[in-house]
């Protein structure tokens, strides 16, 4: 069994803080020696969670923290975005065509990149709050 190591960071929900989320994973995943390109796929969905957390679990209220913890072993990086809140519903898939011609808000694109950019993603509600897991393999 690999050894893991977990790493945590609490942010306020202030929008532009997801960018200090962002980069602290990404510098994770440079020492694990990510290529370039998933590491990018890596700072867009934990921005993105980080984004709903910030808005949709927190309200945008600067008194609560979002939790961050990186856990990595030797094949894969994991990381929890946690917020006090319920969750988000979940939006319908986006549509380009659809945001274009103002049939679907041109917002609602983070669940579905997250999905999109992330090996493997689980959302979960609890009494405690919102939790997003997200796991990125080192070989894909």
């Known amino acids: 069994m690999p050894a893991e190591k977990k790493l945590e960071l609490r942010i306020p929900s202030i929008l532009g803080f997801e960018k200090v989320a962002m980069e602290f994973a990404a510098s994770v995943a440079k ?22 957390a910030i808005e949709h679990g927190h309200k945008l209220d600067a008194s609560t923290k979002v939790g961050v913890s990186l856990t ?37 694109w983070g669940i579905f990149l997250i999905e999109n950019l992330m090996d493997e993603v689980q959302f979960q509600s609890t009494p405690e709050g919102h939790l997003v897991k997200m796991i990125i393999h080192l070989q894909k």
Do not use: H, W, Y
């Open 31 to 52: 020492t694990m020696n990510f290529p370039a390109e998933r590491i990018e796929d890596l700072k867009t969905a934990v921005a993105e969670a980080c984004l709903n």
């Open 72 to 108: 990595m072993d030797d094949s894969k990086l994991q990381i929890a975005v946690r917020d006090e809140g319920q969750g988000v519903d979940r939006p319908e898939t986006p549509s380009v065509e659809a945001k274009m011609t103002g049939e679907q808000t041109p917002r609602g």
